[in-house]
């Protein structure tokens, strides 16, 4: 592969790093609350179980971008091969800040959506328009 595409998939396999690193910790950290709080249903401070889907989520998260920045550092090892002196933190932060925006302006827009939807069939139930 050439250097201009290997740095290319330097700055394009952190982008996705950067896109899947906040999705995990929050996979992560529901996990550990939903762990932690107790069930009111149940007896006094009985925890409950560990949630499958939300392990399932978190671990297939985790593993996804334990699979990207594997080839992240397989083609950062490859550029650095191909030339001696290649600025790999440079692409990288960028890829990771853009990842970062993008993952945020899905989150504000699928919050948008999902409040205007909630606000519409609110509308139906009470029949007339919010």
Avoid: C, K
Wanted: no cysteine.
């Amino acid at each position: 592969m050439s250097a201009e595409r290997l740095q290319e998939a330097v700055a394009g396999l952190s982008g996705l790093a950067g896109f899947l690193l906040i999705p995990m910790l929050a996979a992560w950290v529901r996990l550990l609350l939903r762990m932690l709080e107790t069930d009111p249903r149940q007896a006094l401070n009985a925890r409950r179980g560990v949630p499958t889907t939300a392990l399932a989520r978190a671990l297939l998260i985790s593993l996804l971008l334990a699979f990207v920045l594997s080839n992240w550092q397989s083609a950062g090892v490859e550029l650095r091969e191909l030339r001696r002196e290649a600025a790999v933190l440079g692409p990288t932060l960028g890829g990771i800040g853009v990842g970062l925006l993008m993952w945020g302006i899905y989150a504000v827009a699928f919050r948008l959506l999902r409040a205007d939807y909630l606000r519409h069939r609110a509308a139906r139930r009470m029949g007339r328009l919010l």
